[in-house]
């Protein structure tokens, strides 16, 4: 891809110039919001019985002693499940593209009859090969032979090249290098990469602006008769994308939240950490706060332990369930996750409360997602930690939280092991 030296600088602004490019190839997912998980959100965990589903069931949502939080929490879920193969990648892979299309010399150099490349088992592969088919360039795709069937077949009806690996780090990047010396093609990686960072990025910029027209139309129904519904406040209509709700499911605003509408927190799922900066980037300057989310799993929480010991993780082995998030925080990503500190802070939760999350988004909101994507609700339904801080900054006028369901690609023969009983 594009040199890192020929990148736009890492910020907002650029993260807005990103959509620009990318606009007219991805699409604007919903920004929905689901009042049953709210009330869930906004109840101790050891007061919500039942209505919490499977986290009821399995003792997570109750264990240790103590009273419980008792957060006000409003939650406003980024629908990337819906976007373009299923995943956010799609942002990063097209924004790639078109910073390398850009790049000085590379297409008189041949470079586009020479191709990319990139190795992934999962959305990257697919989202690459999207894009590269769409630019009308050649993909290879080093998957592992034990991908999934269905992503290889996907993959592969994008129009790639799949080249298969073993199933290690050191194994894909063998094979990746012998496919650059035989065709020149040129890397793509999955997160590690500015405009890959910026083309994710992109998503949070969207979340702010329809969570903020979803709050000015509930604060300006509350202001009038009730007679239905009202035009929001701060000007323009809510977005086709966010207006799939009845009225009177719109959120309850306390009286001062109603003078400014907009999130206070976003919770980002976080593997390689390609998205998490670049929703930090997109908040930069707004007032909104950003938190990761990981499993702890066979230290899966490899983000979060080394941004408290102020030292990157560079290797993790872990089998999660949330598959998506195994690899280690790419350098980039720490650049401005730590470095620059625009992340506030990590958060992790189990495996149970990943899954009960999971069946949550399944049985009540009705929507299709892959374990990766739960674990931002997860901890808001469940970890302590950040329920507590809620409850304290938030008090009475609760938070407006930010959650990205990051993608849907899920095997479902996977998914029905997962809701077995045990």
């Known amino acids: 891809m594009a040199d890192p030296s020929t990148s736009p600088p890492l910020t907002r602004a650029s993260v807005v110039e990103a959509r620009e490019l990318i606009q007219g190839f991805v699409h604007h997912t919903p920004t929905l919001t689901n009042a049953t998980l709210d009330k869930i959100a906004s109840t101790p965990l050891d007061e919500r019985g039942d209505a919490a589903g499977a986290g009821a069931d399995n003792g997570t949502a109750v264990e240790g002693a103590g009273k419980k939080a008792n957060p006000r929490i409003r939650l406003y879920f980024k629908c990337e499940n819906m976007q373009r193969i299923g995943a956010f990648k799609i942002r990063g892979a097209f924004h790639a593209l078109e910073r390398l299309k850009r790049e000085p010399r590379w297409e008189e150099g041949g470079g586009r009859e020479k191709g990319v490349v990139t ?184 983000a979060k332990r080394g941004y408290e010991a102020g030292q990157r993780v560079e290797a993790v082995s872990t089998l999660t369930v949330a598959d998506g998030l195994r690899t280690p925080l790419g350098l980039v990503p720490w650049g401005i996750i730590y470095e620059r500190r625009l992340v506030g802070g990590f958060y992790s939760v189990s495996e149970d409360e990943i899954i009960a999350a999971l069946r949550l988004i399944y049985e009540r909101f009705k929507m299709v997602v892959e374990p990766s994507a739960a674990v931002p609700l997860a901890v808001a339904l469940y970890n302590e930690d950040f329920r507590s801080m809620v409850a304290k900054e938030g008090g009475e006028e609760g938070w407006d939280v930010g959650i990205v369901l990051s993608g849907g690609n899920v095997n479902l023969e996977a998914l029905g092991a997962l809701f077995a009983p045990r």
Not at 138 to 143: C, T
Not at 215 to 239: K, M, N, R
């Open 119 to 302: 190795h992934s088992s999962g959305n990257h592969a697919q989202a690459l090969a999207l894009a590269a088919r769409t630019n009308g360039i050649p993909a290879h795709i080093v998957m592992p032979t034990i991908s999934a069937k269905p992503k290889i077949a996907a993959t592969k009806g994008y129009g790639a090249n799949v080249v298969f690996s073993g199933s290690t780090s050191v194994e894909r990047e063998a094979v990746v290098e012998k496919v650059v010396q035989e065709t020149g093609a040129r890397l793509v990686p999955p997160y590690d990469h500015p405009d890959i960072v910026l083309g994710q990025g992109t998503l949070g910029l969207e979340l702010q602006e329809d969570a903020r027209s979803i709050i000015g139309a509930a604060a300006a129904a509350a202001a009038s008769s009730g007679a239905g519904p009202a035009a929001p406040l701060g000007g323009g209509d809510v977005p086709a994308e966010c207006g799939f709700r009845a009225p009177i499911t719109t959120p309850r605003l306390p009286e001062n939240k109603k003078a400014k509408p907009g999130l206070d927190a976003i919770l980002a799922p976080c593997g390689g950490g390609g998205m998490l900066s670049g929703v930090a980037l997109s908040c930069e300057g707004t007032g909104i706060r950003v938190f990761g989310c990981e499993p702890w799993f066979e230290g899966a929480d490899d």
